[in-house]
């Protein structure tokens, strides 16, 4: 069966750096778009950015432009999220998420998802 399994996570200062990791196994990673997304305290998840299947194509919440570059190893099925200049508005569970390509990167559905990491951005 498909995992997702990210790790990186932690509690960090605002201006501080982290990279997430998600492993991904049991499916043909190299033909899935992947993205991340977060989920803050009391709030809906949302989309914080993703990237097409050979990597060509990026796209990214507007609250991350310019300091979260997402990236993918297709030989290792791995995808990164490289967070630079964390606010604590960053906050929130980061999960990793996986479909084929089924419509735009932002807005298309993600069936399968990770357990998520949890991210802290103190003030």
């Known amino acids: 069966q498909v995992q997702l399994v990210e790790s990186g996570g932690g509690l960090v200062q605002a201006g501080d750096s982290l990279r997430l990791s998600c492993a991904a196994s049991?499916?043909?990673?190299?033909?899935?778009?992947m993205g991340w997304f977060r989920q803050a305290p009391g709030k809906e998840r949302d989309f914080v950015a993703a990237?097409?299947?050979?990597?060509?194509?990026?796209s990214y919440a507007d609250s991350v432009k310019g300091r979260f570059t997402i990236s993918r190893d297709n030989a290792k099925n791995m995808v990164y999220l490289q967070m630079n200049s964390l606010r604590p508005e960053d906050t929130g569970v980061y999960y990793c998420?996986?479909?084929?390509?089924?419509?735009?990167?932002?807005?298309?559905?993600?069936?399968?998802w990770g357990q998520g990491t949890q991210v802290t951005v103190s003030s």
């Open positions: 990237m097409s299947a050979r990597g060509g194509v990026t």
């Open positions: 998420a996986a479909n084929p390509p089924s419509g735009a990167l932002a807005t298309m559905k993600y069936y399968y």
């Open positions: 049991g499916l043909t990673f190299r033909n899935y778009f």
